[in-house]
T-cell receptor, first 113, second 113 residues
Framework: AQSVTQLGSHVSVSEGALVLLRCNYS??????LFWYVQYPNQGLQLLLK??????LVKGINGFEAEFKKSETSFHLTKPSAHMSDAAEYFC???????????FGAGTRLTVKP | DAGVIQSPRHEVTEMGQEVTLRCKLI?????LFWYRQTMMRGLELLIY????????DSGMPEDRFSAKMPNASFSTLKIQPSEPRDSAVYFC???????????FGEGSRLTVL
């Protein structure tokens, strides 16, 4: 079955610094990959998704992710962190039309002033 | 559209009591997912339905848990009897198409004393 591993349960950056959240996946077929964000006391919201088109995917709020098949990775980046980016971020993988989506353990992003 | 609606948002109950969590899908969505989120285990897929039919319930912890989808727009997750280890935030999410974006409700926070 498909799975994702998020490296680092907690990442802390300064405001204006680069954000890099790591995700590696395991899938027996070409996967569909997603990044979701969760703000406190809310459900998850889609940031971006990879569906076998362009390998560099741009999402909302200035985030982007690059699909690298050779590295089985789908890391999330943002050039300049903003205080409002503080949240929990989840990488997810789906490999079938039933939308059997599996989430990583999540990475909590803290942004320091 | 109002989005995925979950009720209750918060529930506190005593061990042994029956708990029923409710979810209303977004109109037109044909797949529904129940997830459980805890600090220890992260986001776990409990069960999902396509067109009202349960596809995979392998994530349901044990027979105390049951889920139904009596019509295309509504689902319930029942725990009977409840135990303290069931304390978690339960999310439902719906999607309209294969490999589509999951739309999450705001969650039901369950505390079993």
């Amino acid at each position: 079955a498909q799975s994702v591993t998020q490296l680092g349960s907690h990442v802390s950056v300064s405001e204006g610094a680069l954000v890099l959240l790591r995700c590696n996946y395991s899938s027996s077929v070409p996967p569909y990959l997603f990044w979701y964000v969760q703000y406190p006391n809310q459900g998850l919201q889609l940031l971006l998704k990879y569906t076998s088109a362009a390998t560099l995917v741009k999402g909302i709020n200035g985030f982007e992710a690059e699909f690298k098949k050779s590295e089985t990775s789908f890391h999330l980046t943002k050039p300049s962190a903003h205080m409002s980016d503080a949240a929990e971020y989840f990488c997810a993988v789906s490999e079938n039309r039933n939308n059997d989506m599996r989430f990583g353990a999540g990475t909590r992003l803290t942004v320091k002033p | 559209d109002a989005g995925v609606i979950q009720s209750p948002r918060h529930e506190v109950t005593e061990m042994g009591q029956e708990v029923t969590l409710r979810c209303k899908l977004i109109s037109g969505h044909n797949s529904l997912f129940w997830y459980r989120q805890t600090m220890m285990r992260g986001l776990e897929l409990l069960i999902y339905f396509n067109n009202n039919v349960p596809i995979d319930d392998s994530g349901m912890p044990e027979d105390r848990f049951s889920a139904k989808m009596p019509n295309a727009s509504f689902s319930t997750l029942k725990i009977q009897p409840s135990e303290p280890r069931d304390s978690a935030v339960y999310f439902c999410a719906s999607v309209t198409s294969a490999y589509g974006e999951l739309f999450f409700g705001e969650g039901s926070r369950l505390t079993v004393l």
